[in-house]
DNA sequence: CTCTGAATCTCGTGT
DNA sequence: ACACGAGGTTCAGAG
């Protein structure tokens, strides 16, 4: 990783046009090429990148009266970022190898995976049909039926929404098309859920549950614990 | 900003937890005091980050044989990041100032501009009623009268996904309340549209159309070059 | 490969 | 403060 902290102004044009005045900043360049422009304060994202695969070209500016340097970057979608170095105030590059990368856990999917393992933690009686399961607009993330044998559409959110119910609508809505299945019911499940999406969804009949990540691992454990 | 390259394990407890094995990666402490932990390549955002406000303290590691130090980030929310330097390659300190920061142009506002200005690129004869037409739910982007008088809701998007249809069905909901206006047509307007969201569209009764920022930028300068 | 939905989304704007 | 929408979203996963 090289790391360049240089009084710049920046120029990109691609998917917009952006361009930073002169400042100093830091220059970031990792191992597989792409660039970074980092600010001194504000956010993790930088202000300006340019990602992997590029190609950087380094060149004097020849119309510049001191010595200031330009580094054009390319990438293959014609997209170009252009740094003028107006004065380097350090230049480093640290060998780093390999990263082994990030574990994660506690998001979405988890949930999922354990409400799936565990449909009568949400409803009684509750047997799961499919995970994921396909609609012309998308797949609904459980479909279960109840004690009754009736279709039951969940969705499954961290933080409960608006428009987490505006996907599950959209997914009744195509669901109760299919005979096979008609009525379909609707739940949104999630850790918390806002008051509006709670109000919109219960505009809608859909039966709102919030559950706990914690408490559901520790169902799933006591079963584990059985055999 | 402060630059450390060390040798370093990391943890992140908060909206989720995360861990990253003993690696070599880039430390930065930006002078709002966030943290971010970059590897040497992959993506532009960083493995871990904690935002300002945090509070960083420095302590060894009593239970450790070696001289390694842990970082402490800890914010208002809760959240920790817990980082545990085992060798420090590397540890500056750079003074950049305040950033004047980005100037952006080509956004999705760009585009409602130019259609506002040249409704007829989108039906022939269409003319503007308003930018922005309120509704009790939010603003529609365009409402527009076409060759018949009769009135078109327009929803603009860079990319048109199902988000966008949705969207517009609601203003086209409570546009079709207003006695005055119905009845009203709707028209899907964006650079791109998803295949899915076309389906959803057309679904709706909803007509789509795919238009060229450069080509209206065109458009627009032909009718300049009139004056 | 495309397409969909999640994200420690972030970031702005408006109320 | 919160809600809503855009983003050079980025990113991973499934068909």
Redesign the pocket.
Known sequence: MRLVVARCT?D?D???T?HLPEAVRLLMVKADGCV??HADG??????????SP?TLTVGDDPKAEDDRVIWTVR?P?G?T?IITLHEVLSDETHEMGLDP??Q?D??????QELLAANPTAILDGLRLVRR?Y??D???V?LLCRDAQSEAVAI?????G????VE?LT??LEFLNRDPLLRPVRGMFVAQEI????RV?AEDRGIDCMVVDYDNLRGVESDELKLF
């Open positions: 920046v990109y691609g998917r917009l952006a970074a422009i504000g956010a993790y994202k930088p202000l300006n990148w340019m990602n590029n990438n979608g997209e970022l990368g990030l994660k506690g998001v979405e999917a988890h949930l994921e396909p609609t607009i998308g797949p993330d969705e499954v959110k961290r933080r929404e608006i428009d987490g996907q959209r997914y806002r008051p509006q999406a919109l």
